[in-house]
């Protein structure tokens, strides 16, 4: 069973940063493609940034490229998301998701990931 725990969100200025970490259960956790999404109020899962099981290979949305940076840590089986340069447009509840199968669907669609987290919320002030 794989659990996903994040941590990390707050409130902050705009221009701040914040370090969003989830961390996982489960023995083969680095063989899982790793993703961050966002939810807004009212509004549905939106794709942030995924990162492969190796860490070799990263995508993100065009709206944090530059800005945000996902890595991963397969020894403490914990991925991160560093954001810089934060906007009040950021503001909303961040989840990690694992894609345990390599199922088909691109890695910025929601129902690629088969495990989420319970989520943190991350507020930017202006």
């Known amino acids: 069973q794989v659990q996903l725990v994040e941590s990390g969100g707050g409130l902050v200025q705009a221009g701040g940063s914040l370090r969003l970490s989830c961390a996982a259960s489960?023995?083969?956790?680095?063989?899982?493609?790793m993703g961050w999404f966002l939810q807004a109020p009212g509004k549905e899962h939106e794709f942030v940034a995924a990162?492969?099981?190796?860490?070799?290979?990263?995508y993100y949305a065009d709206s944090v490229k530059g800005r945000f940076t996902i890595s991963r840590d397969n020894v403490r089986k914990t991925v991160y998301l560093q954001m810089n340069s934060l906007k009040p447009e950021d503001t909303a509840v961040y989840y990690c998701?694992?894609?345990?199968?390599?199922?088909?669907?691109?890695?910025?669609?929601?129902?690629?990931?088969?495990?989420w987290g319970q989520g943190t919320q991350v507020t930017v002030s202006s």
């Open positions: 489960g023995r083969t956790f680095s063989s899982y493609l």
């Open positions: 990162i492969s099981w190796s860490g070799a290979n990263t």
């Open positions: 998701a694992a894609d345990r199968y390599s199922s088909g669907a691109y890695y910025d669609d929601p129902n690629k990931y088969d495990v």
